[in-house]
């Protein structure tokens, strides 16, 4: 299996569990690494044999933009569910960064990882 990979997504949500929180979009950071065959596309170069990185990420600033989540867990599992929706992903290794939400801290974050035998 091979590795399609996306770093640094720039992402903005409302997200979090205190009120001063809730009161703004957030900057949030995805990292994804997606288990994908891309013998197809190398034989073919034709997108319709890729994963189309492009879409899919504009799909994910969308869910997060449109997301009203407390918990970064929650967010980042909307966001495994949508990668996985691609049937061609059999498998996304996922990290979700808030930057800046504890002092002391450059980020915090979830690391989620999901393979399609897991989608019900």
Known sequence: MDTVFL??????SV???H?????FAQHLALD????VDTRPAAASDALDDAVDY???SEQLVQ???GADCQLIETLAARLADAVLANPAVQRVELVLRKP????GARSVGVK????QSEVP
């Not at 770093?7 to 903005?12: K, V």
């Open 54 to 56: 492009a879409a899919l």
């Open 7 to 12: 770093e640094r997504l720039s992402l903005r």
């Open 32 to 35: 994804l690494a997606l288990s």
């Open 63 to 65: 869910i997060a933009a």
């Open 112 to 115: 989620l990882v999901r393979s």
């Open 15 to 17: 997200i979090g569990v």
């Open 100 to 103: 800046g939400a504890l002092p």
């Open 19 to 23: 009120k001063w929180e809730r009161a």
